[in-house]
C-alpha cells in the first residue's frame, strides 16, 4: 500500500522559509511521479513542484520559480520541499501526491503552511 506523510508546516513570517517533508513507502520512486501541491480556502488546488524520477525532470510553478526547491533524498525515500521567501499568498495547505498513471490517485494527508506576521 502506498503511503505519503506529509510533515514540517507551520506558522512563518513574510520572507522566511520553511521545509517540507513527503516521505513515501510502498512505491518504486522509479516508477512514480511525485509532486507537491497546495490549496488555498476559497481556490482551486495549484500543482507547485513534481519530479519524475524516471525522466529526470523537475516542473516549477511559475508562482513560486526562484523560490521553491524540490529534491529527493532517495535512500531515506523522502521528497522535499524548500521553500523560501515565503509570501502571505503562499498560505495553504500543502500536500503531497504520487502517480504511475497519468492521475494523481495516491495523496498525503496535507500540512497547513501560514506566512503572517
Known amino acids: 500500500e502506498v503511503q505519503l506523510v506529509e510533515s514540517g508546516g507551520g506558522l ?3 520572507g522566511g522559509s520553511l521545509r517540507l517533508s513527503c516521505a513515501a513507502s510502498g512505491l518504486v520512486f522509479e516508477d ?9 480556502p476559497g481556490k482551486e488546488r495549484e500543482e507547485v513542484s513534481c519530479v519524475s524520477s524516471s525522466q529526470g525532470s523537475i516542473y516549477t510553478a511559475n508562482s513560486v520559480k526562484g523560490r521553491f526547491t524540490l529534491s529527493i533524498d532517495d535512500a531515506k525515500r523522502t521528497v522535499y520541499l524548500q521553500m523560501d521567501s515565503l509570501k502571505a499568498e503562499d498560505t495553504a495547505v500543502y500536500s503531497c501526491a504520487a502517480r504511475s498513471t497519468p492521475v494523481w490517485d495516491r495523496w498525503g494527508q496535507g500540512t497547513q503552511v501560514t506566512v503572517s506576521s
Open 32 to 40: 512514480y511521479a511525485i509532486g507537491w501541491f497546495r490549496q488555498a
Open 12 to 14: 512563518v513570517q513574510p
